[in-house]
C-alpha cells in the first residue's frame, strides 16, 4: 500500500505537468504563429518478482508471463505539433504568413539567428524590416521612404514603385529544418536551432518542399480550443483518480493499523 501511495503521487505529478502543458496552449490560442504542444508519457522500472521466463520447476517449466509490478509514471518529454494554422487577413502591407513549411530568419542583437513563424513585420526608423521588437528580418530588407506599393509575392520577392518604377528590394526567403519539433523556444515567437533539429537549410518559398509567402496575412496559432478543453478535462479526471488511489491506500493502512 505504501507503493501504491507512491505510484499515484507519481501520476498527479505527471497529470500537473500535463495540465501546465495544456494551460500553456490555452493562454497562446491568440498567438500570432504559435504552435501547440502536448506531453508524452512513459512508465517508469519495473519490480520483477518473477522474471518472465524464468524456470518454475525442476523440468525446466517457464512462467509465461512472470511478475512485473511497474512503479508509477512520467513525462518523458513535450513535443511542439507543427501543423498549419489559419491565415488571417489583417490589410498591412507589411504582414506575411507562411503557408506551408519554413520558418522566417531573424537577426538577433547579438549576432546569432533566430527563426519564426510570426510574420509580424513593420519598418524601423532605417527603413529596415524589422519584427515587432524591432529585430532585422534576414535577408535585411531596406524600404526607401518614398516606395509606394510595396509587393511581396508568394516566392518571397520583395519590391515596391520608387519615382514610379518598380524596384525589387530583395527576398525573402525560408529556413527548413529536418526535425522541427526539435527546435528550442525561447519565447517572443522564436525558434532556436538545436542539434536535435538539424542545420538550417535556407530555401526559396515554394521550392524544396517549402510552403508560400502570403502578403496581409498572419499565421494564427493552431491551438484548437475545444480540443484543447477536451484533454484538459481529461487530465483532470486522471489526477482525481490518482488522488483517490491516495484516499484509498491510506483508509487501507488506517484498517490495518486499527487492527488487534
Same mark, same amino acid.
Given at each position: 500500500?505504501?507503493?501504491?501511495? /507512491?505510484?499515484?503521487?507519481? $501520476? ?6 500535463? !495540465? ?8 497562446? *490560442?491568440?498567438?500570432? &504563429?504559435?504552435? #501547440? @504542444? ?10 520483477? /518478482? !518473477?522474471? !518472465? &521466463? ?20 512520467? !513525462?518523458?518529454?513535450?513535443? %511542439?505539433?507543427?501543423? #498549419? ?5 489583417? &490589410? ?8 506551408? /513549411? ?8 547579438? $549576432?546569432?539567428?533566430?527563426?519564426? %513563424?510570426? +510574420? ?7 527603413? #529596415?524590416?524589422?519584427?515587432?521588437? &524591432? ?30 518604377? =518598380?524596384?525589387? *528590394? ?21 525558434? /532556436?536551432?538545436?542539434?536535435?533539429? +538539424? ?11 517549402? $510552403? ?12 484548437? @480550443?475545444?480540443? @484543447?478543453? =477536451? %484533454? ?25 493499523? #486499527?487492527? %488487534?
Amino acid at each position: 500500500m505504501l507503493q501504491a501511495l /507512491r505510484i499515484a503521487a507519481t $501520476g498527479m505529478h505527471a497529470q500537473q505537468l500535463n !495540465v501546465d502543458v495544456l494551460s500553456n496552449n490555452i493562454a497562446n *490560442l491568440n498567438t500570432t &504563429g504559435f504552435k #501547440q @504542444s502536448a506531453a508524452a508519457f512513459t512508465d517508469l522500472v519495473y519490480q520483477n /518478482r !518473477v522474471g !518472465v &521466463g524464468a524456470i518454475t520447476s525442476s523440468a525446466g517449466t517457464l512462467a509465461p508471463t512472470g511478475l512485473q509490478i511497474g512503479l508509477g509514471v512520467s !513525462v518523458g518529454s513535450t513535443y %511542439r505539433l507543427m501543423k #498549419q494554422g489559419n491565415l488571417s487577413n489583417t &490589410g498591412n502591407q507589411f504582414d506575411v504568413a507562411v503557408s506551408g /513549411r519554413g520558418f522566417f530568419k531573424v537577426s538577433m542583437p547579438d $549576432g546569432t539567428t533566430t527563426y519564426t %513563424r510570426d +510574420g509580424t513585420f513593420t519598418l524601423n526608423q532605417d527603413g #529596415q524590416m524589422v519584427t515587432k521588437e &524591432g529585430y532585422a528580418v534576414d535577408p535585411a530588407i531596406t524600404v526607401p521612404a518614398n516606395a509606394k506599393d510595396f509587393t511581396v509575392t508568394a516566392n518571397g520577392t520583395v519590391s515596391a514603385k520608387v519615382d514610379n518604377v =518598380t524596384t525589387q *528590394l530583395g527576398t525573402l526567403t525560408l529556413a527548413m529544418f529536418t526535425n522541427e519539433s526539435g527546435l528550442e523556444s525561447i519565447g517572443g515567437n522564436l525558434y /532556436r536551432e538545436t542539434e536535435s533539429s +538539424g542545420a538550417a537549410s535556407d530555401t526559396s518559398p515554394g521550392e524544396s518542399g517549402s $510552403g508560400s509567402i502570403s502578403q496581409f496575412f498572419l499565421e494564427t496559432s493552431n491551438v484548437d @480550443s475545444i480540443e @484543447s478543453i =477536451t %484533454r484538459l478535462i481529461t487530465a483532470q479526471r486522471a489526477y482525481e483518480l490518482n488522488s483517490k488511489v491516495i484516499s484509498t491506500s491510506d483508509e487501507m493502512l488506517q484498517t490495518l493499523t #486499527q487492527m %488487534r
